[in-house]
């Protein structure tokens, strides 16, 4: 899969996914690709900078620490594991069932799992209370 960067004639820009740039192109001339700001089939690839792999690790971060610090993260890491203990996980549907909750659609209950940038906006603009939980080094695969 590939992903183009798009631009209609009105020049709203947006991404879209394709096998490859030949289906990109069948799809365009069959107007099956359309602005999903104003509905334009006038759709163009822009110019975008390739994704190259350099094969390299990205550095760990270090975090040098006082003993009260190291405190406080031991804290922190503890309100989290508590927070996951007493929780449902419910993956990456996190923004489709704190809605339901939100709304009343089913019973209230504690859940955790992994939500966009755009999902989190979207909850914050419906007025459904959340927070991120913070992701600890150890916890990463």
Known sequence: MIRFELTC????????????????EAQKSRK???????????????????AVSKGTKKPQMALG???EQKKALAQLKALSE???ENAD????KFAEEARKIH????????????????EAKGLAEDG???MPLPVFPEDRN
Not at 32 to 50: D, Q
Not at 103 to 115: D, K, M, P, S
């Open 9 to 24: 004639e009105k020049e709203h820009a947006f991404d879209a996914w394709f096998r490859n740039g030949e289906d990109f």
């Open 32 to 50: 099956l690709v359309s602005c999903p700001h104003c509905g334009s089939h006038e759709v163009e690839k822009a110019l975008m900078a390739p």
């Open 65 to 67: 620490m006082t003993e």
């Open 82 to 84: 508590k927070v996951r």
């Open 89 to 92: 996980y419910v993956g990456g």
């Open 103 to 118: 709304f009343g659609e089913v019973e209230a209950r504690g859940i955790y799992g992994e939500a966009t940038p755009e």
């Open 128 to 130: 459904v209370e959340f």
